[in-house]
């Protein structure tokens, strides 16, 4: 298993500004994911985050506006730049712990967005 | 990524089993069923994984069929505590979805 820590939990921010947030994990792994929830709504993948390469974004996520840094095995940085009020959402990391031949995905408690 | 479909609501009442379908008809050969809990404001919690047949843990029983193209999570005896939302994933080391793709997830709610 793996426990994910996540700073900050909440952050009212202001339009124009950026936000990074911080995720930590227990123990070492090799694949870090960031997500946005939006409220009421399921989890949407921004981003792969693997140690020693750059991130892979998904379709309609670019890394101007969602920059990532995974300087290790054990941490990962989610930066939301130049906010705007539909940036306001729940962002989650997670990390893939090996099972001999699959994965178990924990995940972090979230960081809550709001964008004034 | 495999595409799942799932109920998006169920109710329920205390102490009864609760059985949640999931279909997932395009499925690769490698890829593992992964249930996960999510209560508001916490991020998604892993309940059960499984291949093929039936795996059982402490929370939750996963009986999956040989075509593999459905799985059904039951959990025994629902208390209130589990009023949350249930998401069936697929994907696996093995295959190249390692990454997972939510639906929409099933919204249980237990009643008293």
């Known amino acids: 298993s793996a426990v994910i820590s996540q700073k900050p939990s909440r952050d009212i921010c202001q339009r124009g500004t950026s936000l990074t947030i911080q995720c930590q994990v227990d123990s070492q792994v090799t694949m870090m994911f960031w997500y946005r929830q939006q409220p009421g709504q399921s989890l949407t993948l921004i981003a792969t985050?693997?140690?020693?390469?750059?991130?892979?974004?998904e379709s309609g996520f670019v890394i101007d506006k969602f920059p990532i840094s995974r300087p290790n095995l054990t941490f990962s940085t989610l930066t939301v730049s130049n906010m705007s009020p539909e940036d306001s959402s729940i962002y989650l990391c997670?990390?893939?712990?090996?099972?001999?031949?699959?994965?178990?995905?924990?995940f972090g408690p979230g960081t809550r967005l709001t964008v004034t | 990524l495999a595409k799942t479909t799932q109920p998006i609501s169920m109710d329920s009442y205390e102490g009864q089993e609760v059985n949640i379908t999931c279909s997932h008809n395009?499925?690769?050969?490698?890829?593992?069923i992964t249930w996960y809990q999510q209560f508001p404001s916490q991020g998604p919690r892993f309940i059960i994984q499984g291949y093929k047949t039936k795996v059982t843990n402490e929370v939750a029983s996963l009986f999956i069929p040989a075509d593999r193209k459905s799985s059904t999570l039951s959990l025994p005896r629902v208390s209130l505590s589990d009023t949350a939302v249930y998401y069936c994933?697929?994907?696996?080391?093995?295959?190249?979805?390692?990454?997972?793709?939510f639906g929409a997830g099933t919204t249980v709610t237990v009643r008293a």
């Open positions: 985050a693997n140690q020693g390469s750059e991130a892979t974004y």
């Open positions: 395009n499925i690769a050969t490698n890829d593992y």
């Open positions: 997670s990390a893939d712990v090996p099972t001999g031949k699959s994965y178990e995905q924990y």
């Open positions: 994933l697929v994907g696996g080391l093995l295959s190249n979805d390692y990454k997972l793709s």
